[in-house]
């Protein structure tokens, strides 16, 4: 006959022996939940996937036993997320990658309690419908927190994985990648309660129909850019073969074979010339006999010092048929550990363990709009590689006057992982928010032209292509409410967060001070 000691301790040790397991298998969980998402960005490009894709996170999140233990779970899902959208610079940064997908992912922590607390247990109506407005928010306080350029900036926004989605593209024009984001995290909020939360099932049906319902009628009765005519550009890429002297050469070729098709700018990729023709007459005169024989103006990329200022700048630069006009843009803001390592005496090691710069680009200090003498004074805005991925920048230029918007890139290092695709996917957004025809130019690929509402235009040319590609780019006029309002979905939910948490606040600081009234 068993004694009570035994009967009662056998389950304890059990349990005890449980507990740690269930922790690891939970964390193991939470890195597998936070890397989903990605599959919705090229590559893969399942851009449905993003509408349940967060689901199973929430779902952990919602049953973690303690808000500590949710903030460990929203950091590992964070770890997770950060790893499999960037996995590509894995051979560049090597471990260091990991490293700072620990720093970043921390940014998630906070949401997790956050989901814990919405969803967990058995919400209410009042809990529920709180929860289709705050964990949205809290999301995309992440988003933008982590969107700061010396974080690694806005790369693999939730929202940016809707590049190919009309209706999406839609939304993106009245607010932003932001208010596409808030939507994709609203629908998914809206699953889970559907699936866990049976109190709260009524809400989150009407919740999605209402989603359904304004997505549909922003789709039909949001205003659209009107058409205002178009402008033949070429892009010119070069391809992978050679180096610099190489990829002149063959650029140059590829350039002459545009004459007497009607080009108005011929566009090359980022870092296109490592001399600048400013300072060298001997290049400049190569460059102006280009748009001399084809009637356009070039728009090359220079990653070269320039005479009589210290160090090293990426510029986009205009050349036409007397050469340089002039008209140059030196790039603001630099690929962190790429292009320029943030304080650099705390982390410069980082050059030992991957392919971090070995000296920092200098950054420019304006943007800049172009106007092109061989397109009748057509202004462009012109960007460099890391900045199509910054809202904010399409919009200032938009706002400025810029008819089209011009990317110079190079995803040359990356030539065979998701990068290219990612980074191309990219004009598509910034085409839909500014209503301006986003031109995406690069070395090696993926290049790629879009319209004023994020359409495809003409071909794509991959990563496997050496070729000049001619476009008939439509142009249009009108101002996108994104680029007139700006940031606004931004702000409606740090008010909405603001709103939830003031009241929290107040409380416990009054729980606080009688407390030590009573002392």
Do not use: I, K
């Given at each position: 006959m068993a004694t009570p000691s035994a009967t009662t301790t056998a389950p304890a040790d059990a349990a005890t022996a449980r507990r740690p397991r269930s922790r690891w298998l939970r964390a193991a969980a939470a890195l597998l939940c936070g890397a989903l998402p990605a599959l919705a960005f090229p590559a893969p490009s399942l851009w449905w996937t993003a509408y349940v894709s967060l689901v199973p996170w929430l779902l952990l999140l919602r049953t973690a036993p303690t808000n500590r233990?949710?903030?460990l779970e929203g950091w590992l899902g964070g770890i997770g997320f950060m790893v499999a959208v960037h996995h590509w610079l894995l051979p560049s940064l090597h471990v260091f990658l990991v490293v700072l997908a620990a720093l970043l992912g921390a940014?998630?922590?906070?949401?997790?309690?956050?989901v814990r607390t919405?969803?967990?247990?058995?919400?209410?109506?009042?809990?529920?419908?709180?929860a289709l407005a705050l964990?949205?928010?809290?999301?995309?306080?992440?988003?933008?927190i982590r969107s700061w350029e010396q974080l690694g900036g806005p790369w693999g926004l939730l929202g940016a994985g809707q590049w190919q989605v009309p209706p999406a593209l839609r939304l993106a024009s009245l607010g932003g990648v932001w208010l596409v984001s808030l939507v994709i995290?609203?629908?998914?909020?809206?699953?889970a309660q559907l699936i866990a939360l049976r109190p709260a099932r009524p809400v989150a049906v009407a919740a999605l129909?209402?989603?359904?319902?304004t997505v549909t009628a922003v789709w039909y009765a949001a205003p659209v850019p009107r058409p205002g005519g178009s402008a033949r550009i070429a892009i010119v890429q070069p391809g992978t073969d050679g180096g610099p002297g190489a990829r002149l050469a063959r650029s140059e070729t590829l350039t002459r074979q545009l004459a007497g098709r009607g080009v108005r700018l011929v566009v090359w990729g980022e870092s296109s010339l490592t001399r600048d023709p400013a300072d060298d007459p001997a290049l400049a005169g190569r460059l102006a006999a280009l748009s001399r024989s084809t009637g356009a103006d070039l728009l090359v990329g220079v990653d070269a010092p320039r005479a009589g200022r210290p160090g090293v700048y990426k510029s986009a630069v205009l050349v036409g048929p007397d050469g340089p006009t002039g008209d140059r843009y030196a790039k603001m803001r630099l690929v962190p550990f790429g292009e320029a390592v943030p304080a650099r005496p705390l982390l410069g090691w980082v050059t030992h363990v991957g392919k971090a710069a070995a000296t920092d680009r200098m950054r420019g200090t304006h943007?800049?709009?172009?106007?092109?003498p061989a397109a009748h004074g057509l202004p462009i805005g012109p960007l460099v590689c890391f900045e199509t991925a910054f809202p904010d920048m399409s919009r200032s230029l938009a706002a400025d006057g810029a008819r089209m918007l011009v990317a110079q890139s190079s995803t040359s290092s990356f030539q065979d992982s998701w990068a290219p695709a990612q980074h191309a996917s990219l004009g598509a957004l910034r085409a839909a928010e500014t209503w301006r025809p986003m031109v995406h130019a690069t070395l090696t690929g993926i290049s790629a032209v879009y319209g004023p509402r994020g359409e495809p235009v003409?071909?794509?040319?991959?990563?496997?292509?050496?070729?000049?590609?001619?476009?008939?780019?439509?142009?249009?006029?009108?101002t996108s409410p994104y680029t007139r309002l700006g940031d606004w979905p931004v702000y409606a939910a740090v008010a909405a967060l603001v709103l939830a948490g003031a009241p929290v606040a107040v409380r416990r600081v009054r729980l606080r001070w009688t407390a030590r009234a009573r002392r």
């Open positions: 233990r949710a903030a940014l998630w922590a906070p949401w997790g309690p956050l919405l969803l967990g247990g058995s919400p209410g109506t009042r809990r529920s419908l709180a964990v949205p928010s809290g999301w995309l306080m992440v988003e933008v995290v609203g629908v998914n909020t809206a699953l129909l209402v989603s359904a319902l943007q800049v709009v172009m106007d092109l003409g071909e794509r040319l991959s990563t496997d292509r050496s070729a000049a590609a001619v476009y008939d780019v439509p142009l249009a006029h009108g």
